[in-house]
């Protein structure tokens, strides 16, 4: 099935740098979401997008849905420790009602 | 989270035997949805319900198959379970078709 490309797939970082991730599709989306997932545990929703180039924050973490409607970017400000775990995108088009889920980004924060 | 839960957390079972999850919800949603999440496959959509005995077909359906009898509870069956169904599966809940879907803490499911 369809996937999005999400980038990068895994990054280590030191506490208190900022982070940027991002995803990209062939196809237009009408509607970017962005989770977090940590062991063991489900994905947890993060920050939803609904307008092409709109721009949302939540706490240190900010997200866009990029202009052309094939991407979207978040980014994470003076990280911590508790940042660390899986961030995944995902995107639906105009007229479905299913998400397509990026792979992932692995994120590690060293203290 | 308190909203949806799923049983098992965990589960062994051998080749051919039949398995059933179970998703249950208690935040009044139309819709769920159930993933199973793979190593470099990210989360895939296996079925989803639209309401009470309304349901359909993901992308990874093939040899799955769910039932809905009531809104709060979402069932995954494995009729004859194969190695290749070893994965985390998730149930997730929705209000609408684009809103955010919030998801279970997962199925560990081992095939042997």
């Known amino acids: 099935g369809q996937q999005l490309n999400q980038s990068p797939q895994s990054m280590f970082i030191q506490e208190g740098e900022d982070v940027s991730m991002n995803c990209t599709s062939s196809s237009i989306f009408n509607t970017w979401l ?7 545990e489900g994905p947890v929703l993060l920050i939803a997008l609904y307008k092409a180039g709109e721009l949302t ?3 240190r973490l900010t997200a866009q849905f990029g202009i052309t409607r094939k991407d979207s970017f978040l980014n994470i400000s003076a990280s911590i420790p508790s940042d660390v775990g899986i961030y995944f995108c995902a995107g639906q088009t105009s007229g479905t009602y299913k998400y397509i889920f990026g792979t992932g980004t692995r994120l590690k924060v060293l203290a | 989270d308190a909203g949806i839960t799923q049983s098992p957390r965990h ?5 051919g035997t039949p398995v059933t999850l179970r998703c249950h919800q208690t935040e009044n949603h139309r819709y769920m949805y159930w993933y199973r ?3 470099g496959h990210g989360l895939r959509l296996i079925h989803y319900s639209y309401g009470v005995k309304d349901t359909d077909k993901g992308e990874v359906s093939d040899g799955y198959s769910v039932s809905r009898s009531k809104t709060e509870d979402f069932l995954l069956t494995l009729e004859s379970a194969t190695s290749s169904q070893t994965s985390v599966y998730f149930c997730a809940i929705s209000e609408s078709l684009s809103g955010g ?7 560990r499911l081992t095939v042997v």
């Open chain 1, 34 to 40: 962005w989770y977090k997932q940590e062991p063991g």
């Open chain 2, 37 to 39: 999440q793979d190593p």
């Open chain 2, 11 to 15: 589960k062994v079972t051998e080749t």
């Open chain 1, 57 to 59: 924050s939540n706490g």
């Open chain 2, 101 to 107: 879907y919030t998801f279970g803490s997962g199925t």
